[in-house]
């Protein structure tokens, strides 16, 4: 199912689950009710009620934003690196550089081909991976520099190794949800009770206050399924791309 079908199911959901209830207990209601009288004491607890909850749900939009961010910044940091590789080795002698930089495209095509595949569907990196990247580093670590130019770019290349397998690392890190379970609790727990409010306020059946209250209840599934895309970096609608790789490699083919 796609993603963003299941926002609209979502926000559709909640919108119908307000009216029905509305709806219901409105016919249910005895002749002598009056949705006027309030206590003056639920008007101010349901305002305190969205008050924190808004505030939670704005911490948890930028935390999995933040999240977001940082695992694209992983993905560039790594292809910048792999790419500097590929350049600085040019002082090296044709069979060594050119070994360097197919291993160095063996292992970007494998991120953009297939390890990515593997980092949605199973939040984790491939074995194949990180054997082709340590390929890569034995490469640049073996190779006995003959001239003093080629032993000036020998600690660069090796410390750009070490850059791109740092940045390999954080995102392997960054593969899997980032929202512990406790929090998603409270955060549905939470919309329940702020959208259930809704009721303690006795909202009628006047189409002005269904279509408030429908929209009320659909910002926050909109809001909550924001927080679900971001969870998961690689993952889901909004993740983050393998594109630094194919900007830096453009032989590699998408």
Known sequence: MSDWLVLVLAMLGAC?????VTVVRNRAASD????????????????????????VLGLAIAGVWEARSAAQDHVQAEAQALHEISERVR???????????????AYVGHVVH??????????????TGTQLLARVRRDVTDYQPKTDFEAQAYQPLLD?????????????DATGATM????WFGLVFGAVITVGMIFALQIRRTTRELVLGGLFSATIAFMLFLIWVFDAPYSRGMDA?????????PNIKG
């Open 91 to 105: 002082v090296y002698p044709p069979d060594v550089r050119d070994g360097i930089r197919a291993d160095v495209n």
């Open 180 to 183: 512990p379970g406790v929090v």
């Open 160 to 172: 750009q190794v070490a850059a791109a397998d740092q940045a390999r690392s954080a995102r392997a």
């Open 32 to 55: 002598d009710d009056d949705p006027s009288e309030t206590p003056d004491v639920i008007e101010y607890m349901t305002m305190w009620i969205g008050v924190v909850y808004a505030i």
């Open 241 to 249: 791309t393998a594109q630094p790789f194919l900007d830096l490699f």
């Open 16 to 20: 119908a689950v307000v009216v029905a």
């Open 114 to 127: 297939t390890e990515w595949k593997t980092m949605a569907e199973d939040q984790r990196l491939t074995d």
